[in-house]
């Protein structure tokens, strides 16, 4: 068990370009879960799976974001078109009826 | 619409003095309230989580959370601080095996 796996763990990149984010889950975790925090923020929803269906998306997830989790193992959530508003931590999740939610250490986004 | 309150932003306690870190939510259904710790550049650290019939749950670095069902509260405490617990705290909640709403947080400092 090595928990939760997110990389990159930092990625700085320009205004207008793409970036993707990777979440390895524990593997017997049949839930993933996408939160944003922002600076001085509690964590905000994203999306979620339940193996590899995507259950619910929040409002905050603009058209410029896509996730997905083929074969329901790791989940990949992309950004296009970044603009600065999407500085953040973004934290993945997984969780097990049995041992609850885990957190990754998240992915570190600065938008210049 | 689900929410979590922690009103205080910050709690300072004396290192050896009793802490507690206030949380109250407003969820439907069967609340299942969560508590993490945040460090720096970090992710979430889980603390202890509310079990069904529980009143007092106990967790890890020797935390405890009250559960008040009439109150909907679920305030952190520990009976002696220490120094190295001081850190970023969350309260959360959700439906069971469902996404958490989090609060914003509260930093607490503990001085020796």
């Known amino acids: 068990d090595t928990g939760v796996s997110q990389n990159p763990r930092h990625k700085i990149t320009k205004r207008g370009q793409n970036v993707t984010f990777r979440c390895d889950p524990i593997?017997?975790?049949?839930?993933l879960y996408w939160y944003r925090q922002t600076l001085g923020q509690g964590p905000e929803f994203l999306t979620y799976?339940?193996?590899?269906?995507?259950?619910?998306k929040s409002r905050l997830l603009s058209d410029r974001f896509s996730a997905e989790r083929p074969k329901g193992s790791f989940s990949t959530l992309e950004i296009q078109r970044t603009e600065q508003g999407d500085s953040a931590m973004y934290l993945c999740?997984?969780?097990?009826?049995?041992?609850?939610?885990?957190f990754g250490s998240g992915t570190r986004l600065t938008v210049v | 619409a689900q929410s979590v309150a922690q009103p205080e932003d910050q709690v300072n306690v004396a290192e050896g003095n009793p802490l507690t870190v206030k949380c109250t939510y407003s969820?439907?259904?069967?609340?299942?309230p969560f508590w993490y710790v945040q460090y720096p550049n970090r992710g979430l650290q889980f603390l202890l989580k509310?079990?069904?019939?529980?009143?007092l749950v106990k967790g890890s670095y020797g935390f405890e959370a009250e559960f008040n069902k009439s109150q909907t509260s679920f305030h952190l405490k520990k009976p002696s601080a220490l120094v190295s617990d001081s850190a970023l705290y969350f309260c959360a909640v959700g439906p069971y095996g469902n996404k958490l709403v989090f609060g914003a947080g509260t930093i607490l400092r503990v001085k020796s």
């Open positions: 969820v439907s259904g069967n609340p299942y």
């Open positions: 593997s017997e975790h049949n839930r």
């Open positions: 509310y079990i069904t019939g529980d009143n």
């Open positions: 799976f339940q193996n590899e269906a995507q259950l619910e």
């Open positions: 999740a997984s969780s097990s009826r049995q041992r609850g939610y885990t």
